[in-house]
């Protein structure tokens, strides 16, 4: 008995692995493993080359100079600043406003109701929405409102916001759907209101996960450009942007002007600059990745 | 919500402990906090049709000016020159190439990606890769587009391999837009890729299959429709991505012919107009929101098919 069951196993595994280790098998895996290849060589060399090209103006100057017209002068002081404003003011909307919402689809919602599955195909939906199309919207509602001076950073953060919104909400929902249900119904045993439940249990419990998903969205909008391009982003930024309704120029956008100008001086000053945002981006994501190690319950 | 008899008493005393179970349906306060809630979850609702009025308001008076079909069907795009003309197809035909040309790219690469993570990897290998691909679907496009223009354009395709081709190329935007999409793709396809019961993978095993044939022959066509949403989605964002053609695709709207030419898409061309210094409602403006609403409008005819599609897939395991 002992006998041909082994057998028969070594015939199956025999076979089996003659099967994987046919040249048609091993040509596939080969392709599959060069096509993550590829993907992460880009990314390597895009790094190094970026850091290289911009390593001669990684110094003190890219960090407290205004934008110039000689590249040598220039830095990106406003930008930085600028940025620091825009992306803090979306937080500071984006958060409350992503979270209750999730909060209402997740917890209070009737999901049969026409309504609630409207809303949801509808961020599912906006989470795909050409991020310039945002652009387009703050600039027709502060034409709309008769604003003069589209280059505020209100307005950017209102684009911002509205741009990443859908992110926020659909990761709040994944942490508030992970908290177990059992959680809700101790709460709701001892007489707690729904309001309660969510407030002093589910939503506390789901803070790692949001966080996360907060900050991944937040550097998403810290590295978008397109939709402060019609904000008139461009302008010449030569002060630190003070107030919501301060002029401003962000990271992204500055990059974009260096870009576009012909001197090679400028081309260092957007690697350098370049750097500067992916570090900033890295240290992000590092945290996000912190968190959701460090916090994250695994019920 | 069940509807609640007054039964007068501190029952709406939060906390009470004598406070009756309907209590809690009482207190005027969590009302408003509902109210408050379902009013976040409708700013997004506001937010879509705040689009559709901010692109359509505008354009409607660009289509007053400018016939639709002139629109749609012209071959010259020269909203600048006296007689200004609107043709659109110019537009159209850089962005379908900076498109198909990512497709290229980020298709292969990305499904290739996603069946090595989700049927060959091992745990340990995918925690460290999913976070690598993580990072390059984190680079801001404005650094893609630098890169392309800089690195991919000049020292590739130009001194590497001698192309004849100038500052900008529609090959380069969409190559670099390819390696952006990749992780859409990849992430996407993995996860429909993922939900294939492991029973299939049993019984193809069991009738002797080895992985590839496993792989291809029965997850992949069962997890096909969650792999063409992924696709479906990476069109959307090839279609919609601006910085990097706005930088490296050129911004002289002509018809292009070929994949070395430099080309104006639909959003580098938004982009470029907007930082002139357009007075609202003059036709320059309205320009704007014309090959907005057109961009607009094809994203999401896009992105529901993509939806439609997810839904099937989750369905269907």
Do not use: C
């Not at chain 1, 506390?204 to 391009?229: D, H, K, M, Q, W």
């Not at chain 2, 007053?64 to 043709?87: K, N, Y």
């Not at chain 2, 429709?225 to 964002?237: D, P, Q, T, W, Y």
């Amino acid at each position: 008995m002992a006998t041909t069951a082994d057998a028969a196993r070594a015939a199956i595994t025999g076979r089996a692995r003659g099967g994987e280790r046919s040249t048609r098998s091993l040509v596939f895996l080969l392709l599959l493993w060069l096509s993550l290849l590829i993907a992460f060589g880009v990314l390597v060399t895009l790094i190094v080359t970026i850091a290289q090209d911009g390593a001669g103006r990684l110094d003190s100057g890219l960090l407290t100079g205004y934008s110039a017209s000689v590249p040598e002068e220039a830095g990106a002081r406003a930008a930085i600043l600028g940025s620091a404003w825009v992306i803090g003011t979306t937080a500071v909307l984006t958060i409350p406003l992503g979270v209750a919402a999730a909060i209402h689809l997740e917890e209070f919602a009737d999901k049969k109701h026409w309504f609630n599955r409207l809303l949801e195909l509808n961020i599912q939906n906006l989470a795909a929405v050409p991020a310039i199309i945002y652009g387009m919207l703050a600039l027709g509602f502060l034409a709309l409102l008769g604003v003069q001076n589209k280059n505020v950073v209100i307005g950017g953060a209102l684009a911002l916001s509205l741009l990443i919104l859908p992110v926020v909400i659909i990761a709040t929902r994944e942490a508030l759907r992970a908290v177990p249900d059992e959680i809700r119904q101790g709460s709701l045993a001892l007489g707690a209101t729904k309001w309660q439940t969510v407030w002093r249990q589910t939503l506390p419990s789901a803070v790692p996960g949001i966080a996360t998903g907060t900050i991944l969205a937040l550097s998403r909008a810290l590295g978008e450009a397109a939709p402060l391009l019609l904000l008139g982003g461009l302008v010449y930024v030569t002060f630190d942007p003070n107030g919501l309704l301060s002029g401003f120029t962000t990271l992204p956008i500055q990059i974009f002007n260096w870009t576009g100008r012909p001197q090679a001086g400028f081309h260092e000053l957007a690697a350098a600059a370049s750097v500067v945002l992916l570090v900033l981006l890295l240290a992000m994501n590092a945290l996000a990745i912190f968190i959701r190690n460090r916090y994250q319950h695994r019920w | 919500m069940s509807t609640v008899v007054n039964q007068g008493g501190p029952a709406g005393v939060p906390g009470h402990p004598g406070a009756s179970i309907t209590a809690r349906n009482r207190r005027p306060g969590e009302r408003a906090i509902r109210l408050g809630l379902f009013l976040a979850a409708a700013v997004s609702m506001a937010t879509t049709i705040g689009i559709v009025v901010a692109l359509l308001v505008p354009a409607l008076e660009f289509f007053a000016e400018v016939s639709v079909i002139d629109f749609l069907t012209g071959t010259r795009w020269a909203p600048q020159f006296s007689p200004a003309t609107f043709g659109v197809v110019p537009l159209i035909t850089a962005t379908l190439w900076t498109t198909a040309i990512a497709l290229l790219v980020a298709v292969p690469l990305g499904l290739g990606a996603a069946i090595y993570l989700s049927e060959y990897a091992h745990r340990r290998v995918r925690k460290v890769l999913k976070p690598i691909l993580e990072v390059l679907a984190g680079i801001p496009t404005v650094v893609f587009g630098f890169f392309a223009l800089t690195f991919v354009q000049a020292t590739i395709l130009r001194d590497l391999f001698s192309f004849q081709t100038g500052a900008f190329s529609v090959l380069a935007a969409g190559l670099v837009m390819g390696i952006m999409i990749i992780p859409t793709i990849a992430s996407l396809s993995e996860d429909a890729m993922s939900a294939v019961p492991m029973s299939m993978r049993q019984g193809s095993a069991a009738l002797g299959a080895n992985r590839m044939q496993t792989s291809l022959r029965v997850v992949f066509p069962a997890a096909l429709s969650g792999i063409i949403a992924a696709i479906v989605l990476g069109i959307s964002r090839a279609i919609g991505e601006t910085m990097i053609v706005a930088i490296a695709a050129g911004n002289q709207a002509r018809i292009v012919e070929g994949p070395l030419e430099a080309g104006q898409t639909m959003t580098g061309f938004i982009a470029n107009a907007a930082l002139g210094d357009a007075r609202v409602g003059s036709l320059e403006y309205n320009t704007l929101f014309a090959v907005g609403l057109l961009l607009f409008a094809l994203t999401l005819v896009i992105n529901f098919i993509s939806i439609r599609l997810v839904r099937r897939f989750r369905e269907a395991y």
